[in-house]
């Protein structure tokens, strides 16, 4: 697995508040056990009409947002019923990282089991990137900031296992297995007493 330490690209914004995960990735393309294709149908309804034609008006269409990896959405982003296809939906559109000045506790822990970087900041840092679509920004997930506009600096809090996993290039079970040497010694160090 990749570490990620940190992530440059421009922004795309969706200033719209309380985007939930039915909106992220609508209930209909659920029927897949993989992320596979789920990048297609990232924001169905916004990007596309009732006749399956891409809206003209939707940024994620637009041509001058293909490449960029940050999506800054307003507040309460992936709110709604847990599913694990809202963040592999953006992370197979492209998406590496999402600010917004509150993320629904559940998006954020499913987030970061498939390494999409959810990334909570407030006040003039948060309003100043809605107000700059297009932006560049860096990232650091090490020091734990986000640089944009004239080398303004904005922190943002990422649980310490979180970092750890995103840092290593591992996940969960990856950091299980890697502890296997000192579980073992453990387990071996403690006898079964007779009953």
């Not at 294709?37 to 001058?64: I, K, M, Q, T």
């Not at 592999?88 to 506790?105: H, P």
């Amino acid at each position: 697995m990749e570490t990620i330490t940190g992530i440059r690209s421009r922004t795309v914004v969706i200033a719209a508040e309380d985007i939930d995960t039915d909106q992220i990735i609508p209930a209909r393309f659920l029927t897949t056990t993989t992320r596979e294709g789920l990048g297609a149908h990232a924001f169905a309804d916004w990007r596309y009409d009732e006749s399956g034609h891409r809206r003209e008006d939707c940024v994620l269409n637009d041509p001058e947002t293909e490449g960029c990896e940050v999506l800054v959405a307003g507040r309460n982003f992936g709110c709604g019923s847990s599913r694990e296809h809202a963040p592999w939906a953006l992370l197979e559109f492209g998406f590496r990282a999402v600010i917004s000045s509150e993320i629904a506790d559940i998006f954020r822990s499913n987030a970061l089991k498939n390494r999409l970087v959810p990334i909570e900041i407030g006040g003039e840092a948060h309003d100043w990137l809605l107000s700059n679509p297009g932006a560049d920004v860096e990232i650091d997930i090490v020091a734990g900031y986000v640089e944009y506009g004239d080398g303004q600096r904005a922190s943002f809090p990422l649980d310490r296992f979180a970092r750890h996993c995103l840092l290593q290039g591992v996940d969960s079970m990856g950091f299980l297995l890697e502890q296997n040497d000192a579980i073992r010694r453990y387990e071996d160090a403690r006898t079964c007493m007779p009953v």
